[in-house]
C-alpha cells in the first residue's frame, strides 16, 4: 500500500518530534532502569517483576504509555538472579526494586512501553507484554546439567497447550542453549507456536538476539521451522495442522554464537490463526471492506472489517485487525492502515512505465498491489500540479508484508519536469516515533517515506518494485 496526502499536519509533526526527541535524549542520560524482567503477563492477573539500574531507591511511580495495567507495590530488593547461572545475588541498595502489576481483564494485547519515576528523574523507556494464555516459566532455565535440564528430546519439559513460555537463552564459551518443550496435540488440531524475543528489547546495547524454532512429530518428522518472519522481523513463528495425534517437540534455540546474556523469550504455543498478511493492507475511515487473508499455515481465508470512523494522525492510523474483524484472540495482532481516502487496486499488465495504470482520480489516494514474481515492478500514472506537496508513504514491512519496496516518481511523456524521485528506505524523522534500531520497530525503516514536489504540471508515473528482486 503506497499513499500520497498532503501534509497538512506538518507543523504538528515537527513540534511532536522536537519533543519526543527532547524526551529520548534526557532519559538516556539517567540510566536509572537498565532491564525488566519478567517482561510477560496473562492479562487479568497480577504479576510480580524486578527492574535493575541504579539510583531507584526514590522510585515512587510507574508510568504506562497506555491503559490496561497499573503498578500496586513498589518495594527495594537485596537480591536478584544472576544472569549466567539464576542464583540469586547481592545487589547495592538502589540497583533492584520489585514491582507489582495488576493487568486487566480487558488489557490490550501486545507491548506497553513504561518509564519509572523517581523523585529526581524519569528511567529509561522500558516495555512488558500481555498475552491471553497463562504463563509457565521454563523449569530448568539459564544453565543445563544432568540432574536439571531441558536441551534434548528425552528431556523435554512438558507444557500445556495454550499457553505462553517464558524462557531464557543462557550461554557460555561451549555453546548456546537449546530448549525442548513437549505439548500433546490432536491429529488435524491446530497449533501455532510464535517466539517473543528480539522484540522484547532486553539487550538494548552490545548484543544481539536471533532465535530459530522447529517441531518435529510423535514419529519423529520436522512439521514446521523458522529462523524469522516478515510479521515479526527476527522472531519466528510457524503454523500447522497436527498429522498425527500425539506428542509434538518443540525446540528454540539461538541459529548464531552469540556470548550475550539476559536472552529471554516469550513462546507462545496455542490454537489460534496466524494471520501473516492481508490484501488490501488497509482502507477508507467507515468503510466495511472485503479482505483477502493469507495465514502462515498456507491457507487462505476471507474477513468482513468495519473500519472506525475515526483514527490518530500518522502511525496513530493503523489500527489492529481484532479490533475491526471477527477474529479470535491472537497475541501480537496483525495491524491494517487506515485512511481518510479510498483505495485504487492494481489493475494486470502495467508493469512498464509506458504501460502505466491510470489512476484516474485526483489526489490523496491509497495503491493497494501485490508484487508476485521476481524482479517485477508496478507502475501508476496519476497528475498533479505545480507547488502542491504530497507526503508518500509506504506500508509493507511496517504491516507485515515481505515486501522491502522501492519507490520511483518521475514525469510522464510531455511533463517539462526534470525531477525524478528514486526512494528506499527511511529515516526516523520520516515517522512520528523514534525506534530503537534492537527492537522490532526498524522493520518500519525498510518502507520509503518521503516528500513529492512537482515543478510543473502535468502527469506522473510512479513505479514499485522489491528492493532485493523477490516475489
Not at 522536537?18 to 535524549?25: D, I, P
Not at 518509564?115 to 509457565?136: G, H, Y
Amino acid at each position: 500500500m503506497i499513499h500520497l496526502f498532503s501534509p497538512l499536519l506538518l507543523s504538528s509533526l515537527l513540534l511532536l518530534t522536537s519533543l519526543l526527541f527532547s524526551s529520548v535524549a534526557n532519559a538516556n542520560d539517567l540510566n536509572t532502569a537498565d532491564l525488566i524482567l519478567p517482561q510477560i503477563g496473562q492479562r487479568g492477573t497480577t504479576v510480580t517483576v524486578w527492574i535493575e539500574g541504579s539510583r531507584l531507591e526514590s522510585a515512587e511511580e510507574v508510568l504506562f504509555y497506555q491503559p490496561g495495567i497499573r503498578c500496586t507495590a513498589i518495594r527495594l530488593l537485596e537480591t536478584v538472579p544472576h544472569p549466567q547461572n539464576g542464583e540469586q545475588k547481592k545487589v547495592d541498595s538502589g540497583e533492584a526494586i520489585e514491582l507489582v502489576f495488576e493487568i486487566a481483564p480487558d488489557a490490550q494485547l501486545g507491548e506497553y512501553y513504561l518509564r519509572l519515576r523517581t523523585r529526581e528523574k524519569l528511567s529509561e523507556l522500558l516495555s512488558f507484554w500481555v498475552t491471553p494464555f497463562p504463563v509457565v516459566f521454563e523449569q530448568h532455565a539459564y544453565a543445563d546439567r544432568d540432574e536439571a535440564r531441558n536441551d534434548s528430546p528425552g528431556f523435554a519439559q512438558d507444557v500445556p497447550f495454550n499457553c505462553t513460555v517464558v524462557g531464557y537463552q543462557s550461554t557460555n564459551e561451549n555453546a548456546n542453549d537449546i530448549d525442548v518443550y513437549r505439548v500433546k496435540l490432536d491429529k488435524d488440531q491446530r497449533c501455532t507456536a510464535q517466539i517473543l524475543n528480539a522484540r522484547l528489547g532486553t539487550i538494548h546495547y552490545g548484543g544481539l538476539t536471533d532465535m530459530a524454532i522447529e517441531v518435529r512429530s510423535p514419529s519423529g518428522k520436522r512439521v514446521a521451522r523458522s529462523n524469522r518472519s516478515a510479521l515479526f522481523a527476527h522472531d519466528p513463528v510457524v503454523s500447522f495442522r497436527a498429522p498425527e495425534a500425539g506428542d509434538y517437540l518443540v525446540t528454540v534455540k539461538q541459529q548464531m554464537d552469540t556470548e550475550a546474556t539476559n536472552l529471554h523469550y516469550g513462546l507462545h504455543i496455542a490454537d489460534f490463526p496466524r494471520p501473516a498478511v492481508t490484501l488490501p493492507l488497509g482502507g477508507q475511515l467507515g468503510e466495511e471492506l472485503k479482505l483477502k487473508v493469507f495465514y502462515e499455515d498456507g491457507t487462505t481465508g476471507e474477513l468482513q472489517t468495519n473500519l472506525p470512523q475515526r483514527v490518530g494522525p500518522f502511525e496513530q492510523s493503523m489500527v489492529e485487525l481484532t479490533e475491526v474483524a471477527d477474529l479470535p484472540v491472537i497475541p501480537s495482532p496483525n495491524r491494517i492502515q487506515v485512511a481518510e481516502f479510498p483505495n485504487v487496486y492494481e489493475g494486470l499488465g502495467h508493469n512498464q512505465p509506458e504501460e502505466a495504470q491510470p489512476i484516474g482520480q485526483s489526489l490523496p489516494i491509497a495503491l493497494n498491489g501485490i508484487i508476485s514474481t521476481e524482479g517485477e515492478k508496478d507502475w501508476y500514472r496519476f497528475s498533479a500540479k505545480k507547488g502542491e506537496r504530497y507526503r508518500v508513504r509506504a506500508y509493507a514491512r511496517t504491516l507485515g508484508s515481505k515486501l522491502d519496496p522501492f519507490i520511483w516518481i518521475k514525469p510522464a511523456a510531455g511533463n517539462s519536469s526534470t525531477r525524478i524521485y528514486e526512494e528506499d528506505d527511511s529515516l526516523w524523522d520520516g515517522h512520528d516515533w523514534e525506534g530503537h534500531h534492537y527492537r522490532h520497530q526498524v522493520k518500519d525503516r525498510l518502507d520509503p517515506v518521503f516528500m513529492f514536489e512537482p515543478d510543473s504540471d502535468g502527469d506522473y508515473l510512479l513505479g514499485i518494485t522489491d528492493t532485493r528482486r523477490e516475489s
